[in-house]
């Protein structure tokens, strides 16, 4: 096994594992084994989400690693997220209890906001995983819904366990793909602080001042698509398919080189290094395994400005870009 991954110290409290296994679409068929896999290899940290639809094949791959004896329920870190059509009070509970009978592990460690729009409430029964559209064809574009941010976040506030709050069944909470004005307006009423902060975040989009904002806060930082256009080629995102591929940049190609290290590995170790959760996949038990081991070298300062030097601010997950679903970030 991998040595103990380094943890960050949320703000409530709890450590969260710096790396971590992403089951964004992983499978629904094959996620129980993967999920399963990666806790073999070392994996603690598993990030999902209602709207990835595979929480319950996750938590299956945990249960079965618990059993066994690899790992106790509270080695696991799990993250999951709530959807946009579920932002109003008590859909927010409705879903959030739902997703956590999913995972089947009693409770959440970390819960986010996944994205700060709130969209028109679709039943369970009519469509489990709306995504952005009101149709299983998904042609008809959900309707925004007039729901303050500050409702959802007191009724995620009061999801936490505590001590008044004896049947919560979430650990910590926080928020995803929101911006610096976001997050000082959330900060002003917040009586829970938010923990985490999960953005896009790799060389195309580095985000410093958003990144700085959020350390600054006590708020942890973790970096979704670290590769930045791998993960949305199989999407047919064109900006994807046309931009250089990170991994093959002069300078991600030659740091790798001269550390001996894949520019996977670098690529991650340049957020971790920043104190940045990272939340890589891979359907490669050797690429896992180098993912897992990215803090086991360090980068220079002028190697760490090298790659931050890339920045062109190009965004790849754009709900604008979802046909004609115009939801502009």
């Not at 896999?37 to 249960?63: C, F, M, P």
């Not at 698509?225 to 995102?237: A, W």
């Not at 002069?250 to 550390?259: R, T």
């Amino acid at each position: 096994m991998a040595a103990k991954t380094p943890t960050v110290k949320l703000a409530s409290g709890y450590d969260m594992p710096l790396v971590g296994f992403g089951i964004w679409k992983v499978p629904r068929d094959v996620c129980a084994d993967q999920v399963y896999n990666a806790i073999k290899l070392g994996y603690r940290h598993i990030d999902g989400a209602w709207d990835y639809t595979n929480s319950a094949e996750a938590g299956q791959g945990v249960r079965r690693a618990i059993e066994e004896g690899i790992v106790k329920r509270e080695d696991m870190f799990i993250t999951s997220k709530l959807w946009n059509n579920y932002h109003a009070r008590e859909h927010a509970f409705e879903m959030a209890k739902l997703e956590n009978e999913a995972w089947g592990l009693g409770y959440l460690d970390l819960f986010l906001i996944h994205f700060p729009i709130a969209l028109k409430f679709i039943p369970f029964d009519e469509i489990r995983y709306p995504c952005f559209w009101t149709d299983k064809e998904q042609t008809k574009v959900t309707p925004l819904a007039k729901v303050p941010i500050a409702e959802t976040w007191k009724a995620l506030e009061d999801m936490v366990q505590t001590k008044e709050n004896p049947n919560g069944f979430v650990k910590s909470i926080g928020v995803s793909n929101f911006h610096t004005q976001l997050l000082y307006d959330l900060l002003s009423y917040a009586k829970i602080q938010p923990s985490v902060l999960q953005i896009e975040h790799h060389p195309y989009l580095t985000q410093p001042d958003l990144i700085a904002m959020a350390q600054e806060n006590n708020i942890a930082v973790t970096g979704y698509s670290t590769f930045g256009p791998q993960s949305f080629i199989e999407l047919g995102n064109a900006t994807a398919k046309e931009i250089k591929p990170l991994f093959e940049t002069d300078a991600v190609k030659s740091i790798a080189a001269k550390h001996g290290k894949s520019p996977g590995q670098v690529l991650l170790r340049w957020c971790t290094q920043r104190n940045i959760i990272v939340i890589p996949k891979s359907n490669s038990v050797e690429r896992l395994k180098q993912n897992l081991e990215c803090c086991s070298f360090d980068l220079s300062e002028d190697e760490i400005k090298q790659i931050s030097s890339l920045n062109i601010g190009l965004r790849f997950n754009n709900p604008s870009t979802l046909g004609s679903a115009r939801i502009f970030p």
